[in-house]
């Protein structure tokens, strides 16, 4: 009797350990995958076209990235945002938890990718995402239904051997 709760408490130790150290801290997929995309930001950014959930529902395949002024990731993934969108991409943006005048400023300098810029800067938008830290991107359908969810920046391997491939497969569909 006296044994059990050590031995309780050990097995929660090693769950917990294992967890900690998966070689793949990304694969818990999203709750999003397969449900509508959660509504866009009721404030927009000043001087930019406001997000609207209707892009999300317009018949093509569309990315959803949450990105910071602040966020070096963000910046490191901007220009292949860019190449994104220069090649007929739909991209909606939405700023996470910034001020408005480090925002625009920030899109001013680099240039905007976004076709939409929602403005979340209490973040409680991106809750409802399941985001906890920008920079992530969503690959939604032409439906409003969130296909895949990609935590990090999109750059590297990472880049080319996850994201890639799921967005091939969502424009294939």
């Known amino acids: 009797m006296m044994i059990a709760p050590p031995?309780?408490?050990?097995?929660?130790?090693?769950?917990?350990?294992?967890?900690?150290?998966r070689d793949d801290p990304e694969g818990l997929p999203s709750t999003l995958v397969?449900?509508?995309?959660p509504a866009m930001p009721e404030a927009?950014?000043?001087g930019y076209p406001q997000a609207t959930d209707d892009m999300l529902r317009g018949g093509e395949v569309s990315l959803v990235n949450f990105?910071?002024?602040w966020c070096?990731?963000?910046r490191a993934e901007h220009p292949k945002l860019l190449e994104l969108q220069a090649e007929g991409m739909n991209i909606i943006g939405v700023n996470f938890k910034d001020t408005e005048k480090n925002a625009s400023a920030?899109?001013?300098?680099?240039?905007?990718?976004?076709?939409?810029?929602?403005?979340?800067?209490?973040?409680r938008v991106a809750i409802d995402w399941g985001v906890t830290a920008p920079p992530e991107t969503f690959i939604v359908g032409g439906d409003g239904t969130v296909l895949f969810r990609f935590a990090g920046p999109l750059v590297g391997s990472d880049y080319e051997q996850r994201f890639l491939p799921a967005l091939q497969d969502a424009l294939s569909r």
């Not at 031995?7 to 150290?21: C, N, P, S, T």
């Not at 397969?34 to 995309?37: L, N, R």
Request: glycine share 10%; charged share 15%; net charge negative.
């Open 72 to 74: 070096p990731p963000c």
């Open 7 to 21: 031995l309780i408490f050990a097995a929660f130790v090693a769950l917990a350990a294992v967890g900690m150290y």
């Open 34 to 37: 397969g449900k509508q995309a």
């Open 67 to 69: 990105w910071a002024s």
């Open 44 to 46: 927009a950014l000043p």
């Open 106 to 123: 920030y899109l001013e300098d680099e240039k905007s990718p976004f076709a939409g810029v929602g403005f979340d800067p209490q973040g």
